[in-house]
């Protein structure tokens, strides 16, 4: 069982930067694989980021590469989304996303088992 808690959103402005932070319990966070999710007013919930439970397997929406950093620290149970040159359409709830599988653009967002509460990401043009 994973218990995820995203921190960090919040209003900015267009150019400007925010750095989520996704809380994890649990004494085997590094056995899975964690991720990143927005989902706008409307929208279908979308893929922004996944990393591997090592670390050494990244991918990116192309939406966001480039501009966002997606990192995680196994003895924190934290991973963490830099998020640089935001734009008005980065604007969405974000969410923390963990499964225990290599990565996980290997799932659709519905397949995968654990998720955070969400956090606001608010970018005013």
């Known amino acids: 069982q994973v218990q995820l808690v995203e921190s960090g959103g919040g209003l900015v402005q267009a150019g400007g930067s925010l750095r989520l932070s996704c809380a994890a319990s649990?004494?085997?966070?590094?056995?899975?694989?964690m991720g990143w999710f927005r989902q706008a007013p409307g929208k279908e919930r979308e893929f922004v980021a996944a990393?591997?439970?090592?670390?050494?397997?990244?991918d990116y929406a192309d939406s966001v590469k480039g501009r966002f950093t997606i990192s995680r620290d196994n003895p924190k149970n934290t991973v963490y989304l830099e998020m640089n040159s935001l734009k008005s359409e980065d604007t969405a709830m974000y969410y923390c996303?963990?499964?225990?599988?290599?990565?996980?653009?290997?799932?659709?967002?519905?397949?995968?088992?654990?998720w955070g509460q969400g956090t606001q990401v608010t970018v005013s043009s």
């Open positions: 996303a963990a499964h225990r599988v290599r990565s996980l653009i290997t799932l659709r967002w519905y397949e995968i088992e654990y």
């Open positions: 649990g004494r085997t966070f590094s056995t899975y694989a």
């Open positions: 990393i591997s439970w090592s670390g050494g397997s990244i």
